[in-house]
């Protein structure tokens, strides 16, 4: 890593506690996603407790709480952390994304810590997540809503949840639900272009594959950046797993055709990478995870390939602060210009929490620092 990519880094995370500290003062035990008129309100009330993204703020509480050793991320991050058990116990939406909720709260708890009942919500949620595997078809269910054929491109970040559990418990069922998992998605979802589908669409009752679907995407055939984020940071962190080079391989293959997007547009990638050429919208949030990804990448492959996708990493990053940050202490969000998805016209281009998340890890990442949520 540069030394002047260090030293950036460094100067950003500064302005960035400070930031995170001032938003801490304004939301108190209130779940942030994303800011209203520049201001935070709380997505449980919103959109539920169980909402996808409700580990976020939490997990960047504890990336913040490792590096600094300040008790007030520690602090916030357990609120946080003890809201989501209402979650767990109502089950009242609880799908694949247990993952996304609770490696960045429970598990990042317990590996702080050592708290025993973190330890405990973690694998409870584990167990849940486990339990979505259908074993005709291979493969984790993703959302309810009478779907249970549907496989999605996300579930590659949750499942290890289940690596976790198998490492915690020496129990290899975790493991093999996950591995059993990642070669289906690999199989159905990644194309030979290092593009990648967001939804995959299967028969329950014989594991028959039916199609792919457009989902958060301009279309079914088309590459929603996001999902490509997902699959590169997914399938390097089941090859930090299960040391299998397939899943680096893949890894390596989706960053390549991420990178080669993303380049030909200042380093901020569309939405989707096959959408038509205008309207022009961009996602922030896919660029801040890919990043992360390959710089998992970067610590599983040579040292010539080290620097090229630890520099394509730092190109995403520095981007993506230069056009996007918003420093304005007053106002809540850090990184602006995440968008929901391609066919969602009232998220274009806002300030979503996992863009912060991932900003901040990726920081960490640069510095050497990061904490291992993942």
């Known amino acids: 890593m540069k030394e002047t990519d260090v030293q950036w880094a460094g100067e950003m995370l500064a302005k960035l506690e400070e930031k995170v500290k001032a938003e801490l003062g304004r939301l108190g035990d209130a779940i942030p996603y994303m800011p209203h008129d520049g201001k935070y309100t709380d997505v449980a009330q919103e959109r539920g407790i169980d909402w996808w993204t409700n580990g976020f703020w939490g997990g960047l509480l504890w990336q913040l709480y490792s590096v600094t050793g300040e008790d007030v991320y520690r602090d916030a991050a357990v609120v946080q952390e ?45 167990t849940l997540l486990a339990g979505r595997f259908n074993t005709v078809g291979n493969y984790i269910v993703a959302w309810n809503d009478n779907k249970p054929g549907w496989v999605i491109i ?13 490492e915690q418990t020496k129990d290899p069922r975790f493991k093999t639900i996950a591995k059993k998992h990642a070669d ?24 028959e594959f039916l199609e ?18 997902w699959a590169v940071y997914g399938f390097a962190l089941s090859y930090k797993y299960t040391r299998n080079s397939y899943y680096l391989m893949l890894a390596k293959r ?3 055709y991420f990178i080669a997007s993303v380049s030909r547009t200042g380093y901020i990638p569309r939405v989707d990478f096959q959408a038509p050429e205008e ?29 090229f996708y630890e520099a394509s990493a730092v190109n995403i990053i520095r981007a993506t602060e230069e056009k996007y940050a918003n420093w304005n202490m007053d106002e809540d969000g850090i990184i602006g210009g995440a968008t929901e998805a391609y066919h969602r016209p009232s998220t274009y281009e806002v300030p979503l929490i996992y863009s912060d998340y991932f900003f901040t890890e990726g920081l960490l990442r640069i510095l050497g620092k990061e904490f291992p949520i993942w």
Not at 87 to 98: K, M, P, S
Not at 284 to 303: N, Q
Request: with cysteine; hydrophobic share 40%.
């Open 82 to 126: 003890k809201r989501l058990d209402e979650a767990l116990y109502r089950f009242r939406d609880i799908h694949h994304d247990v993952g996304f909720m609770w490696l960045h709260t429970a598990v990042a708890h317990y590996k702080a810590t050592g708290d025993e009942q973190a330890y405990y919500t973690g694998l409870h949620a584990a």
């Open 154 to 166: 996300d579930s590659m970040m949750n499942i290890v949840l289940l690596y976790w559990a198998s």
């Open 184 to 207: 289906t998605v690999a199989r159905y979802l990644v194309r030979e272009d290092g593009s990648v589908g967001h939804i995959a669409s299967f028969d329950p009752d014989t594991g």
């Open 212 to 229: 792919q679907i457009g989902g958060q995407g301009y279309s079914a055939s088309s590459a929603w950046s996001r999902g490509n984020a």
């Open 254 to 256: 989706v960053a390549n």
């Open 279 to 307: 309207p022009k919208i961009y996602d922030t949030s896919a660029g801040l995870c890919a990043a992360c990804g390959m710089m998992e990448i970067a610590k599983w492959v040579s040292r010539e390939e080290r620097q």
